[in-house]
């Protein structure tokens, strides 16, 4: 069966593995080599590293927990149920396509342009080809052409800007999440350790250079420890939101291109590596593909984008009083995992004790509870 994987980035890469141990895969990835752009903040659980070390040894920091920074510069600290690890993702990206090339042709610098009747055309080095398929994997991102050619419904998109600068982090081992309404439109900002330096970024439904801005220069805990003017490294991107209906016959889409990510962090990894696990279990059968792959994560999700959509629906008064009397029941945290936010349901009776503002309680129930 020939099988053409379209993105030698992770989605593309990591499908070739899970395929190409019995079926004849192609690989075409647009760019000269896998990892650029970068566009990933490269914060995985340390559950989804563990599972991905045996590919890649491209872990740069452990990360213990992660302090919810509010409005006001008030931050609480937590810890889940597993850690977190930082990873390099162009380390990641050229050791998942260089084991993909084990077991499956790669074309780089290849763009998929259009696909009908068993034959996709590919300009490669300039020059138009034919290639032949029997299905056809759009592991493209989030512009995906793929889902283009076959009309594929498109998830919400998030754009997206990080930097690397030198920055005094509250610890070495901790993420710090930045909420409130002057640092991105209805998601967060971050700030990611590594060593001397961090990754800094927003993400935003709109304009999020000027929430980066706004971080940098006015936050009353951030602005005082990040040193702008010692910028290594300037990202753009943009996350996709909202997982859509990913399979029509013979053609699949997986990753960024079907929004396989998590609606509160903008994380994909773990819901890719599940996919691709997945795809190994069922190919070809793409409508099985489809069906363990919603029965495995779309509760994970949906319960996700519950989350997201709360992230616009709270203000900075109510971010301040959450994180304040969040300090007295960190130990909740205990019971969460990065991964599975539907394990926020065991705390919620707690929450649902805890908060005495009955507007923000309502917020809180008509999301979380329904």
Request: proline share 4%.
């Amino acid at each position: 069966m020939k099988v053409l994987i379209v993105g030698g980035g992770p989605a593309g890469s990591l499908s070739a593995i899970a395929v190409g141990k019995h079926h004849d895969v192609l690989i075409v990835e647009e760019h000269q080599s896998a990892g650029f752009p970068v566009q990933c903040a490269g914060l995985i659980s340390s559950d989804c590293y563990g599972r991905l070390r045996r590919l890649s040894k491209c872990k740069l920091n452990d990360i213990r927990g992660a302090f919810f920074i509010a409005p006001n510069g008030d931050y609480v600290e937590l810890e889940g149920k597993c850690g977190g690890v930082v990873v390099e993702r162009k380390i990641l990206d050229r050791d998942l396509l260089a084991k993909a090339s084990e077991l499956a042709e790669v074309w780089v610098k290849s763009k998929f342009v259009d696909a009908r009747d068993g034959k996709a055309k590919i300009i490669r080095f300039g020059e138009m080809k034919l290639v032949k398929f029997d299905a056809i994997i759009g592991a493209d991102g989030i512009y995906s052409a793929v889902a283009r050619c076959f009309n594929f419904d498109r998830p919400k998109i998030l754009p997206a800007v990080q930097m690397e600068c030198r920055y005094k982090a509250l610890s070495d081992d901790m993420v710090e999440l930045f909420f409130g309404n002057s640092y991105s439109d209805g998601f967060f900002a971050y700030a990611i350790p590594l060593d001397e330096t961090a990754r800094i970024g927003v993400v935003s439904r709109s304009n999020p250079k000027l929430y980066l801005d706004n971080l940098i220069k006015r936050h009353p805990s951030a602005s005082k420890r990040i040193k702008s003017d010692k910028v290594i490294e300037l990202n753009v991107g943009a996350i996709p939101i909202g997982l859509i209906d990913f399979v029509k016959d013979n053609v699949a889409l997986i990753g960024d291109s079907a929004g396989m990510v998590k609606p509160y962090t903008g994380g994909g990894l773990f819901y890719l590596l599940r996919a691709t696990e997945i795809l190994e279990e069922c190919f070809p059968d793409l409508r099985k593909f489809r069906e363990e792959y919603i029965k495995a994560i779309g509760r994970e999700i949906s319960f996700g984008m519950r989350i997201y959509k709360l992230y616009s629906m709270l203000n900075d008064e109510e971010y301040n009083y959450l994180i304040k009397i969040a300090k007295d029941y960190s130990h909740l945290a205990k019971e969460l995992h990065m991964d599975n936010p539907s394990t926020l349901l065991k705390v919620l009776p707690a929450i649902i004790k805890i908060v005495r503002k009955p507007k923000l309680l309502k917020k809180l129930l008509s999301v979380l509870a329904t």
